[in-house]
């Protein structure tokens, strides 16, 4: 099944699975001619007749409404109502004249629906819609397997477990980026029929809070696109779809020319931040390791969620101004727990290949946590011991000038002496590309204050044992 209908749950077990081809992308690549088709899409179709976006439901919840989006130029609709049947008419989110659908079901367009107008492709290219969007079965949310919090024997390990009940992202909170990822979807696809809008990153690997913003991942294509030059292309197309059909609902949408380019924007109903790049699927692939890892063991969410709340805290949490990004402290945590004397954390990568491999298809990835029995540590350092440790390893113990962190190999290696890593201030090696996660701590002052906060914060914690002095609880809460 797809994967975001799983919405962030511990992984469900093996008489669950399904096959389906949601994420049969065609292998086809994306043409100059049909980059040139995609803009002629976006300048002609009409989004409240292209197709009829429905609020969807998530198992016995109520329905969340939503509603179609009607093309307007300035603040008047350029349709004729008198022409349109009543359903056709404007509605606004929580509209009650519609009929409710199964969460993350694609409905396809039905014949005399497919366009707003004639093809919308020029005639040696009109792409087979049904073919390019499979309809999705309607699948019922999974119940999750048992995960029991560890138990708290003292008072450090007790504040870390309540931060992590409080702070969690909450499965209410998950449905709100799964109803803007659906709506995205089926709005995206206007322009590129073949593409799926994936959610991922701490939204559904586990470790998300519920301050988390939302991460996408446009797919539309298998094989790799050039960042620089097509992905900055569709972007540029996608941006001007937001600023143009959606703004009832998308508000402040920006196009961030970086290394990986990507559009960030605002969902009015769900009040979450958004980042959406094209084709950066390690992203998704990760997503499921990080998954698979945050259910293995009891310890390990409630673990990541305090650090992280320690590091946004001291400022070293913040990628775009030099810092670390949250992805490489889960990475630094998971390589942490790896290499303990006695572990807790194993290299999946290792004992799992088959699973983890960059050779498994993307519509396959999902199926990676369903397999992997929970981790039986003989380790049973309290959360409060383990918080410590952390600090500790990574104020006085690692090698920062010589050595990499790497799960994939669950141990500190030398760092390989070409441009990714030489003369770089931290590295940490993504598990599937290997690239430098924590390329972003390019200068020397920032990678010393990072250094000092551990230092600093290790010599309090020891000494108080109260997470108040590395963390301040009420302001950690309050921020959620």
């Known amino acids: 099944m797809f994967p975001n209908s799983i919405l962030g749950r511990p992984p469900f077990t093996p008489n669950h699975q399904q096959h389906n081809n949601f994420f049969a992308l ?14 002629y899409n976006f300048q002609n179709v009409d989004l409240s007749r292209a197709v009829t976006l429905q609020p969807l439901t998530y198992g016995t919840v109520s329905p969340i409404q939503t509603s179609t989006s009607p093309l307007f130029r300035g603040r008047k609709r350029i349709s004729d109502e008198k022409n349109f049947p009543l359903d056709g008419k404007r509605q606004r989110f929580h509209s009650p004249h519609q009929e409710p659908t199964i969460i993350n079901q694609i409905v396809p367009l039905s014949g005399d629906r497919r366009y707003s107008m004639p093809p919308l492709f020029h005639t040696h290219y009109v792409p087979d819609i049904v073919r390019c969007v499979p309809p999705l079965r309607e699948i019922p949310l999974l119940e999750p397997r048992e995960i029991t919090l560890p138990e708290a024997k003292d008072k450090l390990s ?80 996608v941006h001007k779809h937001f600023c143009t059909r959606l703004s009832g609902y998308i508000e402040r949408p920006q196009l961030i020319r970086a290394k990986v380019p990507i559009v ?16 950066n699927t390690v992203g998704i692939r990760n997503t499921f390791l990080l ?14 969620l305090v650090i992280k709340k320690w590091a946004s805290h001291h400022d070293i949490n913040d990628a775009s101004r030099g810092t670390l990004s949250s992805y490489s402290l889960v990475l630094m945590v998971l390589h942490y727990l790896q290499t ?24 396959l990835v999902h199926h990676a946590p369903c397999s992997v029995p929970p981790y039986l540590s003989k380790n049973e350092s309290s959360l409060g011991d383990l918080l410590l440790g952390f600090l500790k390893y990574y104020a006085t113990e690692f090698d920062w000038n010589t050595q990499m962190i790497s799960v994939r190999e669950a141990k500190a290696i030398p760092r390989p002496d070409d441009i990714e890593w030489r003369n770089k201030y931290i590295c940490v090696e993504e598990p599937f590309d290997g690239t430098n996660t924590a390329r972003a701590v390019h200068e020397k002052q920032k990678f010393d204050m990072i250094k000092d906060q551990f230092l600093k914060s290790w010599q309090r914690l020891k000494n108080k044992r109260d997470l108040n002095s590395v963390l301040p609880l009420r302001a950690a809460t309050l921020k959620r």
């Open 26 to 39: 065609s292998p086809t690549l994306y043409s100059h001619q049909q980059l040139i088709d995609a803009q």
């Open 158 to 237: 007790q504040q870390i477990l309540e931060l992590f009940e409080t702070c969690q992202q909450q499965t209410s909170d998950l449905k709100k980026k799964e109803l803007c990822r659906a709506q995205l979807q089926r709005e995206i696809q206007l322009l590129f029929p073949q593409s799926r809008l994936f959610l991922v990153g701490s939204s559904l690997n586990g470790f998300g809070a519920r301050s988390s913003d939302g991460d996408l991942c446009l797919v539309v294509k298998e094989e790799p696109v050039n960042q620089k030059t097509e992905a900055r292309h569709i972007l540029t197309l």
């Open 264 to 279: 960030k924007f605002r969902d009015k109903v769900s009040c979450v931040e958004f980042d959406l790049n094209v084709n």
């Open 291 to 304: 998954r698979t890892y945050a259910y293995l063991e009891n310890r390990v969410r409630p673990l990541v």
């Open 340 to 363: 303990l004397p006695e572990p807790i954390l194993p290299s999946l990568q290792k004992i799992y290949p088959e699973s983890f491999s960059t050779s498994v298809q993307l519509h």
